[in-house]
């Protein structure tokens, strides 16, 4: 009898681990159609072939073309590391961060999205005679940093990133769902105009 308890014991186990799995692919996916979709600019990309398969970085990071840094963020004010509620206000073609705060109710007064997560700001530089300046940068940190797509995909996207001119708009972009939880969730990449969706292994 306790031959065959042991087995079933295990069975049962094994059968409540993939209820739950199942049960958290649903309500994520459920999460990602409900939420508000909103297309971010992304820098970096790194295709690896790693054991969980190949994957991209999404770096949302863009310049800030010499504007000031928004609120929470700046030299003086370097933010509250990944922590924090992120603002996101529509910026032309895409959103950017409009600010971060320590509470939602903070946060939303400088964007009509806020998300979970941090930013970082690096303020613009004048150009000198000796140095050319920089127009500064801006990143969002959303815990939306990897993508995974299969190797031809990966090295394309690679390609395309590399193969820009310096002080060119990135032609990559990050689709992700801001959630009523206040999460972000990726959904996807806009490459060269293609949409490309996001791969759930």
Known sequence: MSFLTAPLRILAVALLCAAALI???VREGAARVSGTEIVMRMEAVDPRALLTGHYVIVALQEPLDN???PPGLGENDPGLGDNAWVALAPH???YSVAGVAETREGASAHGPLVARGGAFCTPARPKTDGDDGFPGALRAELGTERFHI???????????????EAGEPSPVSAILSI???GRARLTGLIVEGERVELALY
């Open 179 to 181: 959630g009523q939880d």
């Open 92 to 94: 032309g073609d895409h």
């Open 67 to 69: 504007a000031p840094c």
């Open 23 to 25: 049960a958290l692919v």
């Open 150 to 164: 299969n190797q031809q995909q990966a090295e394309r996207i690679d390609e395309i990133m590399r193969g820009r």
